[in-house]
């Protein structure tokens, strides 16, 4: 109903802040706790260099600013609302993600998904139109997220024993190839969402080329490949 487009939007918006504010009540998490899981994960060669979780201050303040920009000026608009549907549902898990994640490493996993699924819905239906304040900042927050969905996987199947870490690390890093690539191919548009994922490749390249090379040959391999798509998409743009 058109009436509840203004609704969807305010909260939308409110949900943003509530996201951003997160990691205010859950004291110094940095990760998954080694000791979390069965088998210690020390040092996954899965998991991106630490520097670039910086990327999670961009991401909450560009999603702040694009609803907040899009409550003012696209509160009625139809675009926008469907957009902002599935993505008020990704927003509303990962408010409470991190206080899951000190708790739960399999249950952060699963959540991750679920943010992953609804952040994707939400930027396949973006509007072409304002994409700097509706498209761009989606795709940023799916493309870290569509990373972090696959480390979540390796830290799980390492941590769980199914798997050695440099297996783990060469599965799960080349979902993510496999994952970002197809989703930016299909998507066609919006280059946020494969510098994400380049971005995240790159950090795991810095963990891992003196520690675990094919890891971080297979990482830089990717980044390389999805520079190609995410091209594409900014001509596009």
């Not at 795709?139 to 798997?163: D, E, I, P, R």
């Not at 994400?196 to 390389?224: F, K, M, Q, R």
């Amino acid at each position: 109903m058109r009436s509840a487009r203004p609704i969807v939007a305010l909260l939308c918006f409110v949900l943003s802040i509530a996201f951003a504010a997160s990691p205010l009540f859950v004291d110094g998490f940095a990760g998954f706790d080694p000791d979390q899981f069965p088998v210690p994960q020390n040092d996954p060669p899965v998991q991106p260099e630490g520097y670039a979780f910086a990327i999670w201050g961009v991401i909450y303040g560009w999603l702040i600013l694009g609803l907040g920009w899009g409550l003012v000026k696209a509160r009625d608009d139809a675009q926008w609302h469907d957009m902002r549907v599935p993505l008020c549902v990704s927003l509303a898990v990962g408010t409470v993600w991190l206080a899951v994640a000190v708790a739960s490493p399999v249950w952060a996993s699963l959540l991750i998904w679920v943010m992953l699924l609804s952040a994707l819905a939400a930027l396949f239906l973006a509007p072409v139109a304002n994409t700097v304040w509706a498209a761009w900042p989606v795709g940023l927050y799916a493309g870290w997220l569509s990373a972090a969905s696959c480390v979540s996987l390796g830290l799980l199947a390492a941590g769980y024993g199914f798997m050695d870490q440099t297996t783990a690390g060469l599965v799960f890093v080349g979902l993510a190839i496999l994952l970002g690539g197809f989703i930016q191919g299909a998507l066609g548009r919006v280059p946020t969402y494969g510098i994400a994922v380049i971005w995240a490749l790159v950090a795991v390249v810095v963990a891992n080329i003196e520690s675990t090379p094919i890891v971080a040959y297979v990482a830089g391999g990717g980044a390389l490949v999805l520079l190609l798509p995410t091209l594409k998409a900014f001509r596009t743009a």
